[in-house]
């Protein structure tokens, strides 16, 4: 396989993973919240990584999307690519055994507004 060839194929499978994957969370059994960006200065950097932080003390799996866009929650370098500016409307998605805690955990940080408010 050339290298043009082996190009197209990651870019072929990474999309059909991502697609795969957003597909199977609608049938299968996950909490999703929606939430809102409510402080002036949006996701920047500390609570991107109070996000992280929050989501890592569960064992639940967390993923946020934006705009089709689904990252893992768990990841500093994912949160800050979402670039989420005040008004910016997420889903959350969570899925494990304490998936419940930390959907409540997470809805409530969003909706202090990142404690920055």
Do not use: W
Not at 10 to 38: A, D, G
Not at 58 to 67: E, L, M
Request: net charge neutral; hydrophobic share 45%; proline share 2%.
């Amino acid at each position: 396989m050339n290298r043009y060839a082996r190009h197209c194929y990651r870019i072929v499978t990474t999309y059909c993973e991502e697609r795969i994957s957003q597909l199977f969370y609608k049938f299968i059994n996950v909490i999703t919240r929606n939430v809102k960006v409510l402080n002036r200065a949006g996701m920047h950097t500390r609570p991107a990584a109070a996000i992280v932080k929050l989501a890592s003390g569960f064992a639940s799996d967390f993923y946020i999307n934006k705009d089709g866009f689904q990252i893992n929650g768990k990841s500093i370098i994912g949160v800050m690519t979402l670039a989420a500016a005040q008004g910016t409307e997420l889903e959350l998605s969570f899925d494990g055994p304490d998936e419940e805690a930390m959907a409540d955990a997470m809805a409530d940080y969003f909706a202090k507004g990142f404690e920055e408010m």
